[in-house]
């Protein structure tokens, strides 16, 4: 987990759950990115304009690698050991290749560029571009913009299922999730959830979808059948135990990233809430 205020990361054993180890990165981290096939970590540090980068064997940085204007988001897929960075200073994404450090290509997309999800079956990434209201679809193999999909209002949190080729976007302003047809690039359906929805989470085994929702203090639920409409159940964020029978499971968030620990903390699919901001 980043801690932005204090310029480091927090390593927590999942098996204890404590932190075992602390990490020096640099100003303002916030998006995170893993490869566990490479055992990596990847750190956007918004103000220093970096992404660091640590080895989880040992728990160190062992490269530093200078990226676009403040980075936000990190993006990781495993397949190609390429990792992508939104930089929502400057409307681009950079792409990372994990193999050599360095950065192989500078991708424009909308304006404000927040989260990115990827799908590493599709070889497809997904960057919502929060003051377009739009979400850029990249060509993990050309580097290049292939669609661009309207959606809701201030567009922030994605997440992608790769089983089923859908892509969900938390739309803040617009308090709905977009359904996204990855086949098609086409907005399937438009989900109302809670108040201003930001992280999303995707559990690809079950089907279903956690949405957290910022400023009513929520969690909804989507079930997604390819057959079927798209339900919602909603549930307080505070009365969420790991017995809930809406919410019990564990999350994989499909090529969401953990954020930035915050005094909003509701997780999914280890994302932690934080209130939007502007460069």
């Known amino acids: 987990m980043t801690n932005g205020s204090g310029n480091t990361v927090s390593v927590i054993d999942g098996a204890t759950n404590t932190v075992v180890s602390t990490i020096l990165v640099g100003s303002a981290p916030y998006g995170v990115g893993v490869n566990s096939s490479t055992n990596r970590i990847y750190v956007g540090n918004g103000n ?45 994404v950079s792409v990372i290749d994990g193999a050599t450090n360095t950065v192989t290509a500078t991708i424009s997309v909308g304006s404000y560029p927040y989260v990115v999800g990827v799908n590493s079956s599709t070889n497809r990434i997904y960057v919502t571009n929060s003051q377009s209201n739009t979400v850029s679809v990249i060509d993990g193999a050309t580097n290049t913009v292939t669609s661009t999909i309207s959606v809701g209002n201030y567009p922030w949190g994605v997440g992608v299922n790769s089983s089923t080729n859908r892509i969900y976007v938390a739309n803040w302003n ?105 460069v």
């Open 48 to 92: 220093s304009n970096t992404v660091s980068v640590i080895d989880g064997a040992t728990n160190t940085v062992t490269a530093t690698i200078s990226v676009g204007s403040h980075p936000y988001d990190v993006g990781v897929n495993s397949s190609t050991n390429r990792i992508y960075v939104t930089n929502a200073g400057g409307n681009t």
């Open 174 to 278: 617009s308090n709905t999730v977009s359904v996204i047809d990855g086949a098609t690039n086409t907005v399937l359906s438009t989900v109302s959830v809670g108040s201003s929805p930001a992280g999303v989470g995707v559990n690809s085994s079950t089907n279903r979808i956690y949405v957290a929702n910022a400023t009513s203090n929520t969690v909804s639920v989507i079930e997604d059948s390819p057959s079927l409409p798209p339900t919602v159940t909603t549930s307080s964020a505070t009365n969420v135990t790991s017995s809930s029978a809406t919410l019990n499971g564990t999350v994989n968030a499909n090529g969401a990233s953990t954020r930035h620990g915050s005094s909003m903390a509701q997780r999914v699919g280890l994302i932690a809430v934080r209130q939007p901001h502007r």
